[in-house]
């Protein structure tokens, strides 16, 4: 695989810290509403930065768990076909359920998850993700809370990766063109 580094920063830190806290905000606000038990759900990797912050921001009491999916079959397509590498340790039955994800593309990782947590029987199921990009969706998936609406490009930073590096990068980067 050729060696591609970040074109340019899209989502600074200061943001970042603005769309989680706002974020937080929203998703506080909610569940105070509703009341019950609240699972947060982190899609992994992706999603384990920004699932780590976000729950910082809300105020409100909660349980943690994690899922493993993966979709791509080389590092920047994706295959459309969904499979679980890692399942949840908690029942749902009888709690309030928030999915977090790190990015919407297709829609089609989201279709899948929530169609198979909604199966298990929670009082609810929420989406949370921190971008998106409306322009790529293939199916409709209804987002919830989301951080922001980016353009088709190829992001990686703030735990979301191109071929395993830059997950640690504290920004959201625009990934360089492919030279071939
Ligand atoms: P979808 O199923 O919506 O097409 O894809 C969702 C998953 O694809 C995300 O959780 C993420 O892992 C990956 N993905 C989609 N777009 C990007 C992107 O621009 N950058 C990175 N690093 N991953 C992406």
Redesign the pocket.
């Known amino acids: 695989m050729p060696d591609r580094g970040i074109a340019s920063v899209l989502i600074s830190e200061q943001e970042i810290r603005t769309l989680v806290k706002n974020l937080g905000l929203e998703i506080t606000r909610h569940y105070r509403q509703t009341g019950g038990d609240l699972l947060v759900v982190g ?1 992994l990797k ?2 384990f930065i920004f699932m780590a912050d976000l729950i910082r921001n809300i105020e409100y009491p909660l349980t943690v768990d994690f899922l493993a999916v993966s ?2 079959c080389d590092s ?1 397509i ?1 295959s459309g076909e ?1 499979k679980m590498r890692m399942d949840l340790q908690t029942p749902l039955q009888g709690r309030h359920v928030l999915v977090v ?10 279709q899948k998850v929530i169609g198979l947590l909604k199966s298990r029987n929670p009082v609810s199921v929420k989406t949370c993700t921190l971008l998106s ?1 409306p322009s ?1 969706r ?1 199916v409709a998936v209804a987002i919830d809370f989301c951080g922001r609406e980016i353009p088709d ?4 930073g703030y735990g ?3 071929a395993e590096k830059f997950r640690n990068l504290p920004y959201v980067g625009v ?1 360089e063109a492919s030279s071939t």
């Open positions: 899609l992706g999603s979709s791509y920047t994706s969904v994800e790190d990015i919407v593309d297709t829609g089609q990782t989201f990009k790529r293939e490009e190829f992001v990686c979301l990766d191109y990934l």
